[in-house]
């Protein structure tokens, strides 16, 4: 059986701590969600440098609406 709880952080890690002690019946699958995990590149990405200049905004902001397309 999967069972998906949404919690906020601070109750997180007691309801892993408490999951963690049942690890021969429970397995703790823990994920980010999408946005989470795009901010933290995105951050990670501005802390090593890579980041892309941008001379034409409105140029960018096409392509980006193509590529969503």
């Known amino acids: ?5 949404d919690v906020k952080d601070s109750v997180a890690d007691k309801i892993l701590y408490f ?6 019946d429970v397995k703790v699958i823990k994920q980010e ?3 989470e995990s ?3 590149l995105s951050k990670k990405d501005l802390e090593d440098g890579n980041i892309e200049k941008i001379t034409n905004v409105d140029s960018y902001i096409n392509e980006l609406a193509d590529e969503i397309k």
Do not use: P
Request: net charge negative; aromatic share 12%.
């Open 19 to 24: 999951l963690n002690h049942f690890q021969d």
């Open 38 to 40: 795009n901010m933290m």
């Open 33 to 35: 969600s999408s946005f």
């Open 1 to 5: 059986m999967t069972l998906t709880i």
